[in-house]
């Protein structure tokens, strides 16, 4: 099973997962939900809060595959590779330990 199918498998087991919605729709969940309010210029405006276990750029990895090698710039101190089997091993594991949310 490919990646593609793999995540969607996740995502169905997720339940409430919002695919491809429209911009006023995110706006308007992201309100509601008060993760967010419209700024004056009409821009979504959000923020972390101070209890936030945020993520540090140092953390994240990028699969480097045949299409990244040409795209991502691998000299940034940020951009940290993983190789696919990796992610693949990651990505399996996470969803067998995956249980939806209520």
């Known amino acids: 099973m490919g990646f ?17 919605i429209s ?12 993760e967010a309010i419209p700024s004056a210029n009409g821009a979504l405006a959000t ?5 936030s276990n945020g993520r540090s750029p140092k953390d994240t990895y990028i699969v480097k595959d045949e ?8 000299d940034s101190p940020n951009n940290i590779p993983m190789d696919p089997e990796t ?3 990651t990505l399996s594991r ?4 995956s249980t939806p949310s209520t």
Do not use: H, Y
């Not at 593609?4 to 491809?20: H, I």
């Not at 923020?47 to 209890?51: E, I, N």
């Open 4 to 20: 593609q199918e793999r995540l969607n498998e996740l995502l169905e087991k997720r339940g409430q997962v919002k695919r491809n």
């Open 23 to 34: 911009r006023a729709e995110l706006i308007r969940d992201a309100v509601a939900r008060r």
């Open 47 to 51: 923020w972390t809060p101070t209890d």
């Open 67 to 74: 299409e990244t090698t040409k795209t991502v710039d691998w």
């Open 87 to 89: 992610f693949d091993m």
């Open 94 to 97: 996470r969803s067998r330990s």
